[in-house]
């Protein structure tokens, strides 16, 4: 059988990879004073009550401490493309199974029969009571960009895109270590990144706040630079890019600006856009993120052959897998059990450099860059890195109210 019949027997057979279950037992329901009654009716207005008065009670006496919301509407769902809210239902529950085996986490999936970007901004704001955090997922660029800055200003729980945030931070981290293997600092290289979507964007934010300085990012009409003529304020997020990026303002091709960059990052989508000559053509001890699923940019023992120094992907069948699953389970524990209220660039810069440390330089080396999915330093390094940066905002927020007062 094929991975594609095994894929479609396994979920035939399961009829859906995730259920609720009751954490109480109903064992005495039938006695004066048992369970039903404090769970339900009449003991359960008591609560209701209390939390009414008191809406942040709602962590304490509800799940909503440990609830996501994982919101999509199927216009951007991996390499799939528009393919529905019905279609993107069995994605979404396995990334329910994910938030769950590695964060302890009630994911809901919560897939719209909506593409208005307004709609999808209130149906945030009106189920927000019910979770302490939402995940927006696979919803087209650059209209998913502006939906997570409007929530993330309107809404009073953190927004966490993972195309967006979640690709960034894992980049990053995996770069950290592959700049110490070539012995390159990641304010002196020049970075090469092909795709302006969400992930793109993220990864380019990221790097721009970690300090690298040189970085031109690519689209499906060449380099990105100010001043070209397609780019307005119609796409606010590709001017940023344009204002932000690509200090030469090199044109052209990806071919013609991967010239003598140290790093190409891939996240455009689309497969085999590398080839011999553009890999040559790199500075020497090259790093090559080909990350576009299920089929990269460049399959890594061409781009090894070709010069590539270190070589990552996001698959799982390839050494280097620069994997979403890394960073999404462990934020979400950490703002959850922080209660955090928004995130920040400097957040997940922090959390970067944590998950890189977690590879230990003894065992550093060209083919291991990034620590796997299930390795259990993360959550308590990710949970550690948040809580620091919160304390510094909460204690730099009061710093500056005395400031005011005196």
Known sequence: MTLRDDAI???????????????VSLDNASEEKGTLGLIYT?????VALEISNRKKLAYDYTSKWNNVAIVCD???????????PEGALPIMEGKSVLFKALGDINAIPLCINTQDKEEIIRFVKIIQPNFGAI???DIESPKVLEIVERLSKEVSIPIFHDDQHG???ITLAALLNALKLVKKELEKV??????SGSAGYGIFKILQTAGCKDIIVTDTKGAIYDGRA???DRNPYKKEISINTNIRKLSGTLQDVISESDIFIGVSGKTDILNKQMIESMNQDSIIFALSNPDPEILPNYALEYGARIVATGRSDFPNQINNAVVFPSIFRALLDLRAKNLSEFMLVSVAYAIASIVEEVHLKDDYIIPKVDDPRILPIVTKTIKKVLGAHVRNK???AKNIKN
Not at 74 to 84: C, K, P, W, Y
């Open 9 to 23: 027997s396994l979920h035939r057979m399961l009829k859906g990879k995730i259920e609720i279950r009751s954490r």
């Open 42 to 46: 009449p003991g359960v207005a008591y």
């Open 74 to 84: 199927g216009t951007r769902v991996l390499g799939l493309g528009n393919i529905g």
């Open 135 to 137: 995940n927006i997922e």
């Open 167 to 169: 690709t960034a931070i």
């Open 190 to 195: 020049r970075v090469v990144i092909s795709g």
């Open 230 to 232: 397609d780019i307005n």
């Open 398 to 400: 009061d710093n500056s």
